[in-house]
T-cell receptor
Framework: EAQVTQNPRYLITVTGKKLTVTCSQN?????MSWYRQDPGLGLRQIYY???????DKGDVPEGYKVSRKEKRNFPLILESPSPNQTSLYFC?????????????FGPGTRLTVL | GQNIDQPTEMTATEGAIVQINCTYQ??????LFWYQQHAGEAPTFLSY??LDGLEEKGRFSSFLSRSKGYSYLLLKELQMKDSASYLC??????????WGAGTKLIIKP
């Protein structure tokens, strides 16, 4: 089944404790992206990757890191999480970096930072 | 600044028709997307418009007027499963996606 998977789905952590949210897609997509979604706000892009070893900042990259060593995986790293990073996070992928391609979203990771 | 406006919430009756509007002010325009998002789930693609006019896909249609900076999503023969949030997103001149906050649609029997 073609899908985007994220792990963990739910995470409660404390300020300053490094964490990684994994994202994997099995559709051989070139383009991958991370978003956060907060109540009353639209999806905001954190980082995106056009292909392996190519990553770029989105609208809200502060406090986050990413890597793209393999085509299928695009982990999101929070080196020192803070409470303002409590949010719902989505990973997404699309066939290519052509912006008109539809994006396929993972199921989401609900993160709480205490 | 760039802005996407959608109503926060709408209510409609099962079997009826509802129109969800989206207005945008962005630096350039390279297309508009509509996504559906059920509560607690991931957004899923509904439509992409880049030319003016109406595009129909089964019970769902999407309309675009670039001169007015306006789009709407039309849902016909509403079903309870259509209860969801509907997200409007615009591709700006830099091909960045600007997302609206979404419209929560509540369907009543």
């Amino acid at each position: 089944e073609a899908q985007v998977t994220q792990n963990p789905r739910y995470l409660i952590t404390v300020t300053g404790k490094k964490l990684t949210v994994t994202c994997s897609q099995n559709m051989n997509h070139e383009y991958m992206s991370w978003y956060r979604q907060d109540p009353g706000l639209g999806l905001r892009q954190i980082y995106y990757s056009m292909n392996v070893e190519v990553t770029d900042k989105g609208d809200v990259p502060e406090g986050y890191k990413v890597s793209r060593k393999e085509k299928r995986n695009f982990p999101l790293i929070l080196e020192s999480p803070s409470p303002n990073q409590t949010s719902l996070y989505f990973c997404a992928s699309s066939l290519s970096g052509e912006p008109y391609n539809e994006q396929f979203f993972g199921p989401g990771t609900r993160l709480t930072v205490l | 600044g760039q802005n996407i406006d959608q109503p926060t919430e709408m209510t409609a009756t099962e079997g009826a028709i509802v129109q969800i509007n989206c207005t945008y002010q962005t630096s350039g325009f390279n297309g508009l997307f509509w996504y559906q998002q059920h509560a607690g789930e991931a957004p899923t693609f509904l439509s992409y418009n880049v030319l003016d006019g109406l595009e129909e896909k089964g019970r769902f249609s999407s309309f675009l007027s670039r001169s007015k900076g306006y789009s709407y999503l039309l849902l016909k023969e509403l079903q309870m499963k259509d209860s969801a949030s509907y997200l409007c997103a615009v591709l700006d001149s830099n091909y960045q996606l600007i997302w609206g906050a979404g419209t929560k649609l509540i369907i009543k029997p």
